[in-house]
């Protein structure tokens, strides 16, 4: 899997170079700069650089490496770990392993989910992390049915208030755009000076005071205070929280723990709309408990991070080598699997300092967006970002019970309906966990989209049905939102995030992930501040008939800007997104297209055409000869 390979290796830098004349003149300058900057230590560190030196010469590394940092009683572990980590496939060639040693790695072998109490407490807390952005995002939909009447900013077809329908937006916008805009690029100092854990738990500190905070607003303006703070620490904690557990966790399982992300950030709104419907009937405080119950997950994940090690790759970033083994030891079932894993990432981590040498923050992030390889991995992890928010998925999540209560529910009945929407949410998310890696990213928006369009339309037609009964009219409208939920979650849903975590070379993945998650916020909240205008002036049929429209919008940019990386290593990848744009479009709809129609539309028996790698390698041959 893509976000295996490229976890712990640098990237390659070769493949534009390689084609010389075939590359347009952008592009071939792109590849000049990129090479000159990278060549000379990037053409040969794919493949696992523990390979180049012989047995003895590993296992004195190992052993130096023990003694340099101040552990020699460790200095005969990390001599066998070192060469277990050279050639983990053969772990069982390896001479002087202790029984105890043999036994543990074949069975890390054989069961891939294997690991001590610790590593699946932080893992599990992590989760909660993830749980934190559902509740937060969901508390405001059941809030949304009050608040407004609470301070004079309620509109209706009869008594419309543009002013006030544009507030509540901008309440319910708010803590997208500032995380986007400014938790998301705050991330690199916090982590830096307080640690993955220290950031977290100041983060979690913040997210469980400022919905407290929400709850006791006595004026819009104090809610819209308390939110726009929000807003910074869901921004902070949603780039950091994945960048830990990822640390963590064993390579074998890194890539699910990012699918994990997305499903429970769909669980967090299936709670957060629990809590909604348990404290409907509490009156004129609905509004304010439902706010305020957003801090639960993350006062237990404030809490509960003071019981999990810190990162042992920040640990050793810092110059912390031994008290990162020492973490590194907890998550790990046996320490020649710790010592294996922290051996190898510091070989990595000395790579990656002379890739990166010289190259500052800023630098790295200017990359994501001129040199070649990086901005056309950028283009496609910010195409499936915007397009989860011109899909129109988050009007359904920041105001369904409002949508429902429209369409002919009552307040209760609106709530109970969000809930199912939750629920299915929830439940749609799962298959996708084992779809993802056979079918494909790319595959599974372009299959999804379409019918997020169809479903989308037909609920905003089934609004105009008035023949005198409610019931008849909002049926048909919470099972076309449910289908179009549906599409959603085995898509572009769980897509988003596992996309743009693994198409960033190692160097700038925390600068394309910042990236990523600030267009992704700020959308967000674009959508979240002109929803409420846009029902109001465009009816609710018009405002789900325009994301319909976008939806086809945002289906013609995955066609033409994701790649897929399903099962592709680091080097695969960077011959994907090595090839030119214009090129990768041409191949899609010459060849990929016709093939496609004639073979799933008109059933056709034809052979599948090779894809865009192995039809650039031929050209490459005919180069050289």
């Not at 523990?50 to 101040?70: M, P, T």
């Not at 557990?245 to 967090?268: C, D, K, N, T, Y």
Request: proline fraction near 5%; glycine fraction near 8%.
């Amino acid at each position: 899997m893509a976000e295996k390979a490229g976890s712990e290796s640098p990237p390659a830098y070769h493949h534009d170079e390689i084609k010389g004349t075939e590359l347009a003149g952008e592009d071939r300058r792109d590849s000049l700069v990129d090479t000159a900057r990278r060549q000379s230590v990037a053409l040969n560190i794919v493949e696992n650089p523990l390979k180049d030196k012989s047995k003895e010469q590993v296992a004195a590394d190992g052993e130096a490496f023990a003694h340099k940092f101040g552990m020699p009683q460790h200095a005969e572990l990390f001599g066998r770990a070192a060469l277990v980590a050279r050639d983990s496939d053969h772990f069982d060639t390896v001479a002087g392993l202790r029984p105890d040693e043999l036994g543990a790695l074949a069975y890390e072998k054989d069961h891939k989910w294997h690991g001590p109490i610790m590593l699946w407490y932080s893992i599990a807390l992590c989760a909660v992390g993830a749980a934190t952005q559902g509740w937060d995002q969901t508390g405001s939909n059941g809030a949304n049915l009050s608040f407004p009447q609470e301070f004079g900013l309620d509109s209706t077809p009869e008594d419309p208030n543009p002013r006030g329908e544009w507030i509540v937006g901008v309440i319910n916008a708010i803590i997208f755009l500032t995380a986007g805009l400014i938790g998301a690029f705050i991330v690199d100092p916090l982590n830096h000076y307080l640690g993955r854990r220290g950031e977290i738990f100041v983060t979690a500190a913040c997210l469980t005071a400022t919905p407290i905070g929400s709850g006791f607003a006595q004026s819009w303006q104090g809610l819209f205070a308390a939110r726009f703070i929000m807003g910074i620490g869901l921004g902070a904690k949603n780039a950091t929280v994945p960048i830990y557990s990822a640390e963590m966790a064993p390579h074998r399982i890194r890539g699910a723990l990012v699918m994990f992300w997305q499903l429970w950030v769909v669980a967090g709104i299936f709670l957060g709309f629990c809590a909604n419907v348990i404290v409907k009937d509490t009156g004129d405080i609905a509004w304010r408990l439902q706010l305020g119950s957003a801090f639960i997950p993350s006062f237990v994940l404030m809490v509960g991070v003071f019981f999990c090690p810190e990162s042992p790759r920040w640990l050793m970033k810092h110059g912390k080598i031994e008290k990162g083994f020492n973490s590194m030891n907890r998550l790990r079932a046996n320490p020649i699997i710790a010592a294996r894993d922290y051996y190898y990432s510091y070989v990595i981590y000395q790579d990656e300092l002379k890739i990166a040498r010289g190259s500052g923050y800023f630098q790295r992030l200017w990359d994501c967006f001129s040199v070649g390889r990086i901005r056309r991995a950028n283009y496609g992890a910010s195409t499936v970002m915007i397009a989860q928010q011109m899909c129109g998925i988050n009007i359904i999540s920041f105001y369904s019970s409002t949508i429902f209560e429209e369409a002919g529910y009552t307040a209760t009945q609106a709530l109970y309906a969000s809930l199912g929407y939750g629920a299915v949410q929830v439940v749609a998310t799962i298959p996708t966990l084992f779809l993802i890696d056979t079918k494909g990213r790319r595959t599974l928006t372009l299959a999804t989209f379409p019918g997020m369009c169809i479903f989308l339309l037909a609920a905003g037609l089934s609004l105009l049905k008035d023949d005198g009964s409610r019931a008849s009219q909002v049926g048909p409208v919470v099972l076309f939102v449910y289908l179009f939920t549906i599409c959603y979650s085995l898509g572009e849903g769980p897509v988003a995030f596992q996309y743009s975590a693994e198409v960033f070379p190692t160097i700038q993945r925390e600068q394309g992930m910042a990236w990523a998650v600030c267009v992704n916020n700020t959308f967000a909240g674009v959508l979240s501040l002109t929803f409420p205008r846009m029902r109001s002036v465009m009816t609710p049929t018009g405002a789900f008939g325009f994301y319909a429209g976008l939806n086809l919008i945002a289906w013609f940019m995955i066609f033409c800007f994701v790649r897929e990386t399903k099962q592709l290593t680091l080097e695969e990848l960077d011959q994907v997104f090595s090839i030119p744009t214009s090129k990768y479009i041409s191949h899609e709809a010459t060849v990929w297209l016709p093939y496609f129609i004639k073979r799933h539309i008109l059933r056709k028996k034809i052979a599948k055409p090779p894809n865009i790698i192995d039809r650039q390698a031929r050209v490459e041959d005919k180069i050289k000869a």
